[in-house]
């Protein structure tokens, strides 16, 4: 059974850091695209960024692309995403995503392309 576990969300100012980790099973962690999605109160999901293995691909949305780094650890099986200068806007509860194999014409920003939730974690950044 495929599982993805996410933690290390929670309360933190403006300008403040946190770290994310998605934790994975069930599936080899040597071919696969995961990814973080976001969504806030009332707003649609929204991509954040995306890892696959071996480091092929890394993406980032405009909206985090300098503030927000995500990276994998094959060991432990668990995809990262740490985010730094927090902003308000950051507030909504974050998902990981899993597909695999890797499919190098996938679409990383469609969550449409991702067989694999997990149960989300929220992040809130007060003002």
């Known amino acids: 059974e495929v599982q993805l576990v996410e933690s290390g969300g929670g309360l933190v100012q403006t300008g403040g850091s946190l770290r994310l980790s998605c934790v994975a099973s069930g599936f080899s962690f040597d071919d696969y695209a995961i990814a973080w999605f976001r969504q806030a109160p009332g707003k649609e999901r929204e991509d954040v960024s995306c890892i696959t293995s071996g480091d092929t691909v890394i993406y980032y949305s405009e909206s985090v692309k300098g503030r927000f780094t995500i990276s994998s650890d094959n060991v432990k099986n668990t995809v990262y995403l740490q985010m730094n200068s927090l902003k308000p806007e950051d507030t909504a509860v974050y998902y990981c995503?899993?597909?695999?194999?890797?499919?190098?014409?996938?679409?990383?920003?469609?969550?449409?392309?991702?067989?694999?939730w997990g149960q989300g974690t929220q992040v809130t950044v007060s003002s």
């Open positions: 995503a899993a597909t695999f194999p890797y499919i190098q014409t996938m679409t990383y920003w469609d969550p449409d392309e991702y067989e694999y």
